[in-house]
């Protein structure tokens, strides 16, 4: 009874704004935020095969953080949705009467989701994962280009330290691999021109694919690389057949995935 009395007598002065302001200096808080995005970008290209209004089942996943679904990005060769830019949406603060962004919250987060197995992604997907296993690296991807002018778009326009880079599986390798090409960027700029100052750039990663293998087997590994054109259209019409039987197993894919492995969150660049 005297404990409960204890418990009873607490100031409760702790509001919802003081829990949000403080739950973005947690990084398991951060993770769970930046997980919801990913799952939004899954949602965002299995609604749209469902031809359903995509933004309104996902945006459950980033209105409750305050975020708004800026851009989608998309694969121009089918139009599927492999990544999203959401940004803190500062209209909805005003609304509520709330204070600027937390400390710890970015202006802006790039989620890339990862591999579907449905007929209408499997051959776009697989093709990148197997040039993934390959070489270790998306360099060829149709995707990649895009991806990377969206990141430096959202880096001029917030900066380095403001922006998050995240993704699952396929896409924790996008996220990793624009990482990599921006920071071999700046390094080249760095030389020309000493005084800019190197960015530092937040990345979470679930279930980040790496293949680290002995440099005899590397190059046996390599030819897969040389596999793919004849691989897309055997995966394609893999994708026709058994279409209706893998309808579940990409919400399977999206959902099980964050329970698997945890995430890492690191600085790329310092």
Not at 241 to 265: E, F, P, S
Request: net charge positive; proline share 3%.
């Amino acid at each position: 009874m005297a404990a409960m009395a204890t418990h009873d007598n607490l100031p409760c002065s702790t509001s919802w704004r003081d829990l949000t302001h403080t739950s973005w200096r947690d990084d398991d808080y951060r993770r769970m935020v930046m997980a919801s995005l990913i799952e939004a970008v899954y949602l965002l290209e299995l609604e749209r095969q469902e031809r359903r209004d995509a933004a309104e089942v996902a945006q459950q996943w980033w209105k409750p953080f305050s975020y708004r679904l800026a851009h989608e990005l998309v694969d121009e060769r089918d139009g599927s949705v492999f990544g999203a830019i959401f940004e803190w949406d500062h209209r909805r603060l005003r609304n509520h009467n709330e204070e600027a962004r937390p400390t710890g919250a970015p202006s802006a987060v790039i989620a890339f989701r990862g591999t579907l197995l449905r007929a209408p992604t499997i051959r776009r997907d697989v093709e990148d994962e197997l040039r993934l296993l390959a070489c270790n690296s998306l360099r060829g991807s149709a995707r990649l280009d895009g991806a990377l002018r969206a990141l430096r778009a959202t880096i001029d326009r917030f900066g380095s330290e403001n922006v998050c880079l995240c993704g699952h599986s396929l896409g924790a390798g996008f996220a990793r691999q624009i990482g990599r090409m921006l920071m071999a960027s700046r390094q080249q700029q760095q030389q020309t021109q000493p005084q800019q100052e190197a960015a530092s750039l937040e990345f979470y990663l679930f279930n980040a694919p790496y293949l680290s293998l002995p440099m005899g087997v590397r190059r046996v590994v390599r030819t897969t690389d040389c596999l793919l054109k004849t691989l897309r259209t055997g995966v394609a019409a893999v994708g026709r057949w058994h279409g209706k039987a893998l309808k579940n197993v990409a919400y399977a894919n999206c959902v099980l995935g964050y329970t698997r492995l945890d995430g890492d969150g690191r600085r790329l660049f310092d």
